[in-house]
Every structure is written in structure tokens, then in C-alpha cells.
């Protein structure tokens, strides 16, 4: 199978896969807003969806149709290994804050408990899988060359404006000063999931996660 990604409600995550991604627009208003999550599957169960859904709110649940799955790249033994890995992370369904910095450092424990950073510091939903599998291990991409663009600074502010809605002040007040920090977009780290070569630098990252949006426009097209 190549590389890229397939609607679950047309082609359905393969039976005798246990680790991938899931990516989508859950929200119709803003359909330049991509989400991504991890899909595993552990034995003969149905394949679940975790991922950082918002502020301390990290939910795991069955995989919905209207997302787009691609396969993880890593080998079988390590596929089975991050599956288990995964399926312990929602012990975390309140405790993961979301933030707009990302560091190269242990999110998680080995029993894949949250480790509480200072305050203002947290993930989205893609650096929340940057996260799992730096913890395993595995880095996606080579996060200390990712350039800085941007407009990536204007969807900083619109998340700082929705976060104002349900974070503490403190929170807002810190994340404030990370408004120009790198940003890891969904399909980027998606592309580092399903790429059998990590970690992706840049420019690999992003012609890969131009064909995965190629390939979930498609999708969007199917009725």
C-alpha cells in the first residue's frame, strides 16, 4: 500500500493493522482547521481513535467514519509495542493542558502517565503524538530545524482566543509569550506517522502532507 491517507467510512482501517493516524476537519465552520489523532487497535477490537481534543481534554473513542487514516510506518514489533503504549494514555483524559510551544522533552511517563509542566506549557493535537512517540523512542520529525512562519502566528492568536473561553488567566498569560513558536501542523506530523523513514526533515514533511491534504479533499468529495 503507498503512502497516504483513506476515508474509515469508504475504506475501513485494515484488520491486521494495530497503529496509525487519523486526520480531518471534525468542524465544517473552519475546514482549514485540521484535527489528527492516534488509531490502535489492540487484539481483535475495533480500532480506536485517542487524541488531545482540547484543553485538558484527551478523549479515546471508536474511530469515526468521516476521518482519514494512514497507516504508522514503524515496524510490526514496535507497531504492537506504541499500540499498548497508546491505549494507556486515556488515563490522561483531564490532566493534558493544551499550549502552542512544543520541546523536545518527556511528556510522559513509561506507564503513559501526563508529567505536569510549568504552567502555560502544553500540546496540540499534533505535538501530542510528537509526544507519545518521543517517549517510545521514535522522533517523527526533526523538530529543531522547523521554520517559523508566519501565519502560523495568526492561528496561535485565534487558539489563544478560543482557550480565553476555558483556561485559567495564568494559563492565557503564559501561553501569550509563546505566540511565534514553531508550529507542527496536523498533516506534517501526520506525514511523520505513516513515513517508514524518520525522523522526516522539513521538507520531506511537507511534500508528504501535501498529498495527504490531496488525499483528504478527495475524500471530502465522496458522498
Request: with cysteine; proline share 7%; charged share 20%.
Amino acid at each position: 500500500m503507498t503512502m497516504g491517507v483513506h476515508r474509515q467510512g469508504v475504506y475501513p482501517f485494515a484488520p491486521d493493522e494495530v497503529l496509525g493516524v487519523a486526520i480531518g476537519t471534525p468542524n465544517p465552520a473552519y475546514p482549514r482547521q485540521r484535527h489528527v489523532g492516534l488509531i490502535y487497535r489492540l487484539d481483535d477490537s475495533i480500532p480506536r481513535l485517542c487524541h488531545l481534543a482540547g484543553h485538558f481534554k484527551l478523549e479515546d473513542e471508536p474511530l469515526p467514519t468521516d476521518y482519514c487514516w494512514g497507516t504508522s510506518g514503524l515496524d510490526p514489533v514496535n507497531k504492537t509495542v506504541m499500540a499498548a503504549y497508546v491505549a494507556l494514555l486515556q488515563q490522561n483524559a483531564n490532566e493534558v493542558p493544551y499550549g502552542i510551544d512544543f520541546y523536545s522533552d518527556i511528556y510522559f511517563d513509561d506507564n503513559g502517565r501526563y508529567i505536569v509542566q510549568p504552567i502555560g506549557r502544553g500540546l496540540t493535537c499534533a505535538t501530542f503524538i510528537l509526544a507519545v512517540f518521543a517517549r517510545n523512542g521514535f522522533n517523527l520529525v526533526e523538530a529543531d530545524d522547523w521554520p517559523e512562519r508566519p501565519d502560523d502566528v495568526e492561528w496561535q492568536q485565534q487558539i489563544i482566543s478560543v482557550l480565553s473561553r476555558c483556561a485559567s488567566p495564568e494559563h492565557i498569560d503564559a501561553i501569550k509569550q509563546n505566540v511565534g513558536a514553531k508550529r507542527f501542523r496536523p498533516e506534517e506530523v501526520a506525514a511523520g506517522v505513516i513515513s517508514e523513514t524518520i525522523p522526516l526533515e522539513f521538507s520531506a514533511a511537507h511534500a508528504l502532507a501535501q498529498e495527504i491534504l490531496q488525499d483528504l479533499s478527495r475524500s471530502h468529495s465522496i458522498q
